[in-house]
């Protein structure tokens, strides 16, 4: 069980297009979902944490405004990185809450250009 | 406030050498979580272990084994007889009970390379 799905695992764009990353729950509900951003060899640094159907919230320093986040179901939550630029290049990775222990998407890797 | 250091940034061992990792923390509650994950190449992380603050036994499991000293704030991870296939990044993670164990804090990560 907990299995978590990303969709895309990979997605080149040009800089100021947006670019949404969909993460689904497969075989369980999820209320929070957290958002991670890994920039290469470095940690996982938390950018948001969104409960089903409420506003996310944002850690400091990370843009509301350009990582807009919808957890509009137990089972799917949605990044969407708004005016890409080459910087937000990195590896984005979804981990939904289960039973108080945090599962894992596989990751997508952002390369803007 | 909360923090995990993972000292080393890189280790590099020959396959079937013993290896541990360090992981130090900090944190002002007394009720917390300790976990290791393991990346790989491809990126996915892969849940290793979780232990509570107040479970202080050592864990084996495998090839892997885990040291929990609270009078140090570590958590080291050792694997014994190391192969290829260990190769990954390792982390070191720390979610306490202020947080409703909702928030994950990540050590740097320590880079393991195994050579044949």
């Known amino acids: 069980g907990a299995v978590v799905s990303q969709h895309p695992s990979w997605v080149i764009c040009k800089s100021g297009t947006s670019v949404k990353i969909e993460c689904r729950s497969l075989d369980f509900q999820a209320t929070t979902m957290f958002w991670y951003r890994q920039f290469p060899k470095q940690s996982l640094m938390l950018m948001a944490t969104?409960?089903?159907?409420?506003?996310?919230?944002?850690e400091q320093g990370v843009e509301k405004d350009k990582f807009l986040i919808n957890h509009a179901s137990l089972t799917l939550s949605t990044l969407t990185v708004t005016s890409a630029h080459p910087e937000d290049s990195s590896f984005y990775i979804c981990s939904p809450l289960r039973l108080y222990e945090q599962y894992f998407g596989p990751g997508t890797r952002l390369t803007v250009t | 406030a909360q923090k995990v250091t993972q000292a080393q940034t890189e280790i590099s061992v020959v396959e079937k050498e013993d290896v541990t990792l360090d992981c130090v923390y900090e944190?002002?509650?007394?009720?917390?979580?300790l976990f290791w994950y393991k990346q790989p190449p491809s990126g996915e992380l892969v849940f290793l272990i979780r232990?509570?603050?107040?479970?202080?036994q050592n864990e084996i499991s495998g090839r892997y084994s885990w040291n929990f000293q609270k009078s140090t704030s570590s958590f080291n991870f050792t694997i014994t007889a190391s192969q290829v296939v260990d190769s990954a990044v390792y982390f070191c993670a720390l979610s306490e009970a202020n947080t409703g164990f909702q928030k994950l804090v990540f050590g740097t990560g320590t880079r393991l390379l195994v050579s044949p």
């Open positions: 944190t002002r509650d007394t009720t917390y979580y």
């Open positions: 232990r509570n603050s107040f479970d202080e």
């Open positions: 969104s409960n089903e159907g409420s506003k996310a919230t944002y």
